[in-house]
T-cell receptor, first 113, second 113 residues
Protein backbone atom coordinates (compact mmCIF):
# COMPACT_ATOMS: atom_id res chain seq x y z
CA UNK A 1 0.00 0.00 0.00
CA UNK A 2 1.39 3.46 -0.88
CA UNK A 3 2.83 5.42 2.04
CA UNK A 4 3.70 8.96 2.99
CA UNK A 5 7.33 8.98 4.15
CA UNK A 6 8.72 11.50 6.61
CA UNK A 7 12.34 12.11 7.59
CA UNK A 8 13.90 12.37 10.07
CA UNK A 9 11.79 10.51 12.61
CA UNK A 10 13.31 12.57 15.43
CA UNK A 11 15.14 15.89 15.31
CA UNK A 12 16.70 17.74 18.22
CA UNK A 13 17.67 21.35 17.61
CA UNK A 14 18.82 24.35 19.58
CA UNK A 15 16.47 27.26 20.04
CA UNK A 16 16.95 29.81 17.26
CA UNK A 17 18.21 27.27 14.73
CA UNK A 18 16.55 26.50 11.42
CA UNK A 19 15.08 23.07 10.77
CA UNK A 20 13.72 21.44 7.64
CA UNK A 21 11.28 18.58 7.93
CA UNK A 22 10.96 16.41 4.86
CA UNK A 23 8.07 14.46 3.42
CA UNK A 24 7.54 12.33 0.33
CA UNK A 25 3.78 12.24 -0.38
CA UNK A 26 2.06 9.52 -2.36
CA UNK A 27 3.07 10.02 -5.97
CA UNK A 28 -0.31 10.67 -7.61
CA UNK A 29 -1.70 12.79 -4.79
CA UNK A 30 -2.48 16.44 -5.47
CA UNK A 31 -3.09 17.99 -2.05
CA UNK A 32 -0.44 18.23 0.65
CA UNK A 33 -0.67 19.22 4.30
CA UNK A 34 1.31 19.77 7.46
CA UNK A 35 -0.22 19.27 10.90
CA UNK A 36 1.31 19.19 14.34
CA UNK A 37 0.42 17.44 17.57
CA UNK A 38 1.76 18.56 20.93
CA UNK A 39 2.21 15.87 23.59
CA UNK A 40 -0.19 13.45 21.90
CA UNK A 41 -3.04 15.90 22.16
CA UNK A 42 -5.05 17.80 19.61
CA UNK A 43 -4.01 17.64 15.98
CA UNK A 44 -3.56 21.22 14.72
CA UNK A 45 -3.68 22.33 11.09
CA UNK A 46 -0.69 24.30 9.85
CA UNK A 47 -0.93 24.60 6.06
CA UNK A 48 -2.41 23.12 2.90
CA UNK A 49 -0.67 23.16 -0.49
CA UNK A 50 -2.10 22.58 -3.94
CA UNK A 51 -0.93 23.33 -7.46
CA UNK A 52 2.44 24.55 -6.17
CA UNK A 53 1.06 27.15 -3.83
CA UNK A 54 -0.34 27.52 -0.36
CA UNK A 55 -4.12 27.22 -0.46
CA UNK A 56 -4.76 27.83 3.23
CA UNK A 57 -2.74 28.40 6.39
CA UNK A 58 -3.52 28.71 10.08
CA UNK A 59 -2.62 31.41 12.59
CA UNK A 60 0.17 29.14 13.81
CA UNK A 61 1.80 29.27 10.37
CA UNK A 62 3.47 32.65 10.78
CA UNK A 63 6.49 34.13 9.02
CA UNK A 64 8.81 31.63 10.74
CA UNK A 65 7.27 28.81 8.72
CA UNK A 66 7.50 28.07 5.01
CA UNK A 67 6.74 25.13 2.73
CA UNK A 68 8.19 24.03 -0.58
CA UNK A 69 7.77 21.31 -3.13
CA UNK A 70 11.18 21.72 -4.71
CA UNK A 71 11.33 18.79 -7.13
CA UNK A 72 7.84 17.41 -7.68
CA UNK A 73 8.24 14.63 -5.12
CA UNK A 74 9.46 16.10 -1.84
CA UNK A 75 7.37 18.42 0.32
CA UNK A 76 9.25 20.30 3.02
CA UNK A 77 8.38 22.37 6.06
CA UNK A 78 10.99 24.88 7.19
CA UNK A 79 11.01 26.60 10.55
CA UNK A 80 13.47 29.51 10.36
CA UNK A 81 14.17 30.24 14.01
CA UNK A 82 12.85 27.57 16.31
CA UNK A 83 11.29 28.32 19.69
CA UNK A 84 10.79 26.00 22.64
CA UNK A 85 7.04 25.95 21.94
CA UNK A 86 7.68 24.53 18.45
CA UNK A 87 8.48 21.19 20.12
CA UNK A 88 5.83 18.81 18.79
CA UNK A 89 5.15 15.91 16.50
CA UNK A 90 4.85 17.18 12.91
CA UNK A 91 2.77 15.15 10.49
CA UNK A 92 2.73 15.42 6.73
CA UNK A 93 -0.37 14.23 4.88
CA UNK A 94 -1.51 13.98 1.29
CA UNK A 95 -4.71 13.24 -0.59
CA UNK A 96 -5.74 12.70 -4.19
CA UNK A 97 -9.00 14.58 -3.84
CA UNK A 98 -9.28 17.11 -1.05
CA UNK A 99 -12.50 15.80 0.44
CA UNK A 100 -11.65 12.10 0.50
CA UNK A 101 -9.56 11.94 3.64
CA UNK A 102 -5.81 11.99 4.07
CA UNK A 103 -2.93 9.56 4.20
CA UNK A 104 -0.62 10.60 7.02
CA UNK A 105 3.07 9.95 7.45
CA UNK A 106 4.38 8.56 10.71
CA UNK A 107 5.64 11.95 11.82
CA UNK A 108 8.80 13.80 12.84
CA UNK A 109 9.26 14.44 16.53
CA UNK A 110 10.88 17.89 16.86
CA UNK A 111 12.50 18.72 20.17
CA UNK A 112 13.76 22.27 20.66
CA UNK A 113 16.22 22.69 23.55
CA UNK B 1 -16.93 28.71 13.76
CA UNK B 2 -16.22 25.16 12.62
CA UNK B 3 -15.41 22.65 15.34
CA UNK B 4 -15.60 19.03 16.46
CA UNK B 5 -16.44 17.88 19.99
CA UNK B 6 -15.94 14.32 21.08
CA UNK B 7 -16.36 12.54 24.37
CA UNK B 8 -13.49 12.74 26.78
CA UNK B 9 -11.54 9.66 27.58
CA UNK B 10 -10.10 7.46 28.49
CA UNK B 11 -12.70 4.84 27.73
CA UNK B 12 -11.90 1.45 29.26
CA UNK B 13 -13.75 -1.64 28.06
CA UNK B 14 -13.41 -5.38 28.37
CA UNK B 15 -12.81 -7.42 25.26
CA UNK B 16 -16.01 -8.13 23.26
CA UNK B 17 -17.83 -5.15 24.82
CA UNK B 18 -19.83 -2.69 22.70
CA UNK B 19 -18.12 0.60 21.90
CA UNK B 20 -19.64 4.02 21.35
CA UNK B 21 -17.57 7.18 21.07
CA UNK B 22 -19.73 10.27 20.69
CA UNK B 23 -18.87 13.03 18.24
CA UNK B 24 -20.77 16.21 17.37
CA UNK B 25 -19.77 18.96 15.00
CA UNK B 26 -20.45 22.57 14.13
CA UNK B 27 -19.86 23.60 10.55
CA UNK B 28 -20.89 26.06 7.90
CA UNK B 29 -21.89 24.39 4.66
CA UNK B 30 -21.82 20.64 4.10
CA UNK B 31 -18.70 19.01 5.53
CA UNK B 32 -17.38 15.53 5.02
CA UNK B 33 -16.90 13.62 8.28
CA UNK B 34 -14.16 11.21 9.27
CA UNK B 35 -12.85 8.99 12.00
CA UNK B 36 -9.09 8.54 12.26
CA UNK B 37 -7.23 6.15 14.56
CA UNK B 38 -3.77 6.64 16.05
CA UNK B 39 -1.89 3.69 17.50
CA UNK B 40 0.98 4.38 19.92
CA UNK B 41 3.99 5.93 18.21
CA UNK B 42 2.32 6.10 14.82
CA UNK B 43 0.62 8.62 12.57
CA UNK B 44 -3.10 8.91 12.08
CA UNK B 45 -4.86 6.41 9.85
CA UNK B 46 -8.17 7.05 8.14
CA UNK B 47 -10.66 4.60 9.64
CA UNK B 48 -13.89 5.56 7.87
CA UNK B 49 -15.64 8.50 6.24
CA UNK B 50 -19.03 9.81 5.18
CA UNK B 51 -19.52 12.61 2.71
CA UNK B 52 -23.23 13.45 2.99
CA UNK B 53 -26.17 13.22 5.34
CA UNK B 54 -27.39 9.69 6.18
CA UNK B 55 -24.26 8.09 4.72
CA UNK B 56 -22.84 5.29 6.85
CA UNK B 57 -19.09 4.81 6.86
CA UNK B 58 -17.74 1.41 7.90
CA UNK B 59 -14.40 -0.37 8.16
CA UNK B 60 -12.93 -3.21 10.26
CA UNK B 61 -16.20 -3.61 12.19
CA UNK B 62 -16.44 0.10 13.04
CA UNK B 63 -19.41 2.16 11.84
CA UNK B 64 -20.57 5.76 11.98
CA UNK B 65 -23.62 7.45 10.44
CA UNK B 66 -23.67 11.09 9.31
CA UNK B 67 -26.65 12.61 11.13
CA UNK B 68 -27.33 16.14 9.90
CA UNK B 69 -30.34 16.69 12.14
CA UNK B 70 -28.31 16.08 15.29
CA UNK B 71 -24.95 17.17 13.79
CA UNK B 72 -23.42 13.92 15.02
CA UNK B 73 -21.12 11.17 13.76
CA UNK B 74 -20.84 8.66 16.61
CA UNK B 75 -18.38 5.78 16.25
CA UNK B 76 -19.61 2.27 17.15
CA UNK B 77 -18.25 -1.24 17.18
CA UNK B 78 -20.16 -4.28 18.31
CA UNK B 79 -17.30 -6.25 19.87
CA UNK B 80 -13.95 -4.62 20.63
CA UNK B 81 -10.61 -6.40 20.73
CA UNK B 82 -7.44 -5.64 22.66
CA UNK B 83 -5.88 -4.60 19.35
CA UNK B 84 -8.44 -1.75 19.07
CA UNK B 85 -6.70 0.07 21.93
CA UNK B 86 -5.72 3.43 20.41
CA UNK B 87 -6.72 7.09 20.24
CA UNK B 88 -9.71 7.84 18.00
CA UNK B 89 -10.17 11.25 16.37
CA UNK B 90 -13.39 12.56 14.88
CA UNK B 91 -12.82 15.12 12.14
CA UNK B 92 -14.53 17.25 9.51
CA UNK B 93 -13.40 18.67 6.21
CA UNK B 94 -15.04 21.77 4.80
CA UNK B 95 -14.74 20.77 1.14
CA UNK B 96 -13.64 24.25 0.19
CA UNK B 97 -10.39 26.05 -0.40
CA UNK B 98 -7.52 23.92 0.84
CA UNK B 99 -9.78 21.14 2.17
CA UNK B 100 -8.49 21.72 5.67
CA UNK B 101 -9.51 19.04 8.17
CA UNK B 102 -10.47 20.01 11.70
CA UNK B 103 -9.91 17.38 14.37
CA UNK B 104 -11.56 16.74 17.69
CA UNK B 105 -9.43 16.35 20.80
CA UNK B 106 -9.26 12.56 20.52
CA UNK B 107 -10.61 9.79 22.74
CA UNK B 108 -8.24 7.20 24.15
CA UNK B 109 -9.64 3.66 24.22
CA UNK B 110 -8.20 0.90 26.43
CA UNK B 111 -9.47 -2.63 25.88
CA UNK B 112 -8.68 -5.19 28.60
CA UNK B 113 -8.37 -8.91 27.90
Amino acid sequence: EPEVTQTPSHQVTQMGQEVILRCVPISNHLYFYWYRQILGQKVEFLVSFYNNEISEKSEIFDDQFSVERPDGSNFTLKIRSTKLEDSAMYFCASSYEGSGGYTFGSGTRLTVV
Amino acid sequence: GNSVTQMEGPVTLSEEAFLTINCTYTATGYPSLFWYVQYPGEGLQLLLKATKADDKGSNKGFEATYRKETTSFHLEKGSVQVSDSAVYFCALSLNTGGFKTIFGAGTRLFVKA
